[in-house]
């Protein structure tokens, strides 16, 4: 995180909230309380079980759905309040790719008319030939044989479909996307493909990434820096390999411990596995989320927040038991 | 594979054009591929022909002068489908009926499904007070039976073609709310109606490119089967003399007034039944046919 030329960050976050109101006037904290900052050509991963907000993280930054509270900023400029109107513009710079190649390609429409639809929705070329040509060279640029053109979505593979939501991302010119773990419906073969294609497309066009996955080795491939979320918090932020060689929260580490090692000398040998379940999202009490799993848990772990701290530079905690050393 | 891609600057600039059919020739291709709808096609077709050029061959006199000579004659060369109660010749009532029916029933289904559709759309798609006002009104509107709300239309407005079709639009329309916000509730949680969005798409593009093209199938099959039940429902106003006023033939108008001679006249009741299941046939293959056509997964 230290080396960097470039020091403004594309994205930002302040203390970014989701709460979903639920029926009961209960309170579904989905994303609580999360800073970040994506900076330009790099890839933040973001990783976390099932149901930690991470997606959703993904979708409040683009403002898909509208935060609770906290900002959002991009290049600097202060994006939290923009209307629909106005973030149509802000649409240019900031992309999604979908998890689901085949929920997010509109069945009826063909190829070349899906990667066309957004540059048509914002008049980038005058003539529909021009538009329909440009489609046709980002069909080049993500491995997709313009032979495929006509044809319909559900003729086509789930890597052929991923490649038609990239050309679609791209098709703006963005300078940032949010990557909704793009290759987890993938076959583990083409997940290889997709993953080479991204980071290509980011040395080329020196995109940056916000790549939400569940999916440790993806992330280590493909990130420079590494956040881990647990129910909504981010509980460990830092570069990709200081997270690998030096993990400090006790939840990251069991992540890590849970990756299968081919070890032969590991036979045997019982794993150190978090126990318990997720504990739920609904009406949070303060106090740390990770607390009725954590091995090292105390009391001051349940009453109170721990603080989201730098303990070595760019190495960002939210841990009592580190924080107190 | 290809895991290579090339660099935006050596993207090939050449001109390059999609060999592609129109949309319009697409769906006409598929369409052709169903026997079905061939058949339903050129029997509608058979059905407007006829209806259209009607005067070449037959006159309007002989559909609303009566000829009491010949009251309820059977079918004969003079009179093929025979006479009615009025000695009115039924051929000359069914091909002239037809054009007031079928023009009436066509329209009314068009504007029903036209108003429903935008409503339920609107409903679905905006959620919140939006639906529930919708929703309520519409709740309202149908706690009033259907046919005394008709009446209360035409009488108020008067008997003609125009205020039947507003009628019956009225009748119609809260069938289609209803399906097509059940179906925008599905369709708007689809990932690529949240990929428009990211797009930058604004809601009315949203419904109009993405949802309703979704939805269609579903409700061009309740059109066709609408169709029918309008022609049906023609006659149930005509019974109340709530139709067009008579001696003005009407299909609905023809099947009242046969009621009274079925025994002893049962061609009075054959000849219009007979034309209103063949329109109704052949407009339920041709949507059939039209449904399979739009959706692109049943292309082979």
Not at chain 1, 144 to 156: G, I, M, S
Not at chain 1, 175 to 186: R, T, Y
Not at chain 2, 241 to 250: A, D, S, T, Y
């Given at each position: 995180m230290s080396e960097r030329t470039n020091a403004q960050p594309l994205v930002k976050t302040v203390d970014l909230k989701k709460l979903f109101k639920l029926k009961g006037g209960a309170l579904l904290h989905a994303v609580d309380g999360v800073n970040l900052e994506i900076y330009p050509a790099e890839t933040l991963g973001v990783v976390g079980e099932s149901g930690c907000g991470k997606s959703t993280l993904g979708r409040t930054i683009l403002k898909l759905i509208e935060p609770t509270d906290g900002k959002i900023y991009f290049e600097g400029e202060d994006?939290?309040?923009?209307s629909v109107r106005q973030m149509r513009h802000k649409r240019r710079d900031m992309q999604i790719i979908f998890q689901d190649p085949y929920a997010c390609l509109?069945?009826?429409?063909s190829v070349v008319d899906i990667i066309a639809e957004y540059m048509f929705i914002h008049h980038v070329y005058k003539s529909r030939a021009e538009t329909y040509n440009r489609a046709a060279q980002l069909m080049d640029q993500v491995g997709?044989?313009?032979?495929?053109?006509?044809?319909?979505?559900?003729?086509?593979d789930g890597g052929r479909r991923q490649r038609i939501g990239i050309a679609r991302a791209l098709s703006l010119g963005p300078?940032?996307?949010?990557?909704?773990?793009?290759?987890?419906?993938?076959d583990v073969s083409i997940q290889a493909q997709i993953l080479n294609l991204l980071m290509d497309l980011q040395d080329e066009l020196g995109l940056a990434y916000m790549f939400v996955t569940h999916d440790l080795s993806v992330v280590k491939h493909i990130s420079n820096n590494i956040m881990v979320m647990y129910l909504g918090r981010c509980v460990e932020l830092c570069s990709a390999d200081e997270l690998f060689a030096n993990p400090l929260h006790p939840y990251t580490d069991a992540l890590l411990a849970a990756i299968p090692k081919p070890d032969i000398s590991l036979r045997g040998k019982e794993q150190k596995l978090i126990r318990g379940e997720v504990t739920s999202p609904i009406n949070v009490k303060p106090g740390c989320r990770f607390a009725s799993r954590c091995?090292?848990?105390?009391e001051k772990c349940t009453n109170t927040d721990p603080e989201f701290v730098e303990v070595t530079p760019g190495h960002f905690v939210s841990c009592f038991k580190v924080n107190n050393k | 594979m290809e895991n290579t891609t090339n660099t935006a600057a050596a993207v090939d600039n050449s001109e390059f054009s999609f060999k592609r059919a129109s949309q319009a020739k697409e769906i006409w291709r598929r369409f052709r591929k169903s026997k079905g709808a061939l058949i339903g096609l050129i029997l509608l077709l058979i059905i407007v022909g006829v209806l259209l050029f009607a005067p070449l061959f037959i006159s309007y006199d002989a559909a609303i002068e009566s000829d009491f000579a010949n009251v309820l004659a059977k079918p004969s060369k003079e009179h093929i489908f025979g006479m009615d109660g009025y000695g009115h010749d039924i051929f000359a009532r069914i091909i002239y009926g037809g054009r007031t029916s079928l023009t009436i029933a066509l329209i009314a289904t068009v504007t029903s499904c036209l108003f429903g559709s935008a409503l339920g759309a609107i409903a679905g798609y905006f959620g919140g007070w939006v639906d529930s006002l919708i929703m309520r009104s519409l709740d309202i509107f149908m706690s009033v039976p259907d046919i005394l709300f008709t009446m209360a239309v035409v009488v108020a407005l008067g008997a003609n073609a125009v205020n039947l079709i507003i009628a019956l639009t009225l009748a119609y329309f809260s069938n289609y709310v209803r399906l097509v916000r059940s179906q925008v509730l599905t369709l708007s949680e689809q990932d690529y109606v949240e990929a428009a969005r990211a797009g930058g798409s604004g809601n009315a593009r949203i419904i109009l490119k993405h949802i309703i093209p979704n939805a269609i199938g579903v409700i061009i099959v309740n059109v066709t089967l609408n169709v029918a039940k309008i022609i049906i429902y023609e006659s149930t106003l005509s019974f109340l003399?709530?139709?067009?006023?008579?001696?003005?033939?009407?299909w609905g108008m023809m099947l009242s007034e046969a009621r009274e001679f079925m025994r002893p006249a049962p061609h009075l009741l054959i000849f219009p039944a007979a034309a209103i299941v063949l329109c109704a046939c052949s407009v339920n293959l041709v949507g059939d046919g039209l449904r399979d056509a739009l959706d692109p997964h049943l292309k082979s």
């Open positions: 994006i939290t309040k923009y509109d069945a009826r429409m997709l044989a313009r032979r495929y053109a006509n044809a319909y979505p559900h003729e086509l300078k940032m996307i949010v990557c909704d773990e793009p290759v987890s419906a993938l091995p090292f848990c105390t | 003399n709530l139709g067009m006023p008579p001696p003005q033939p009407e």
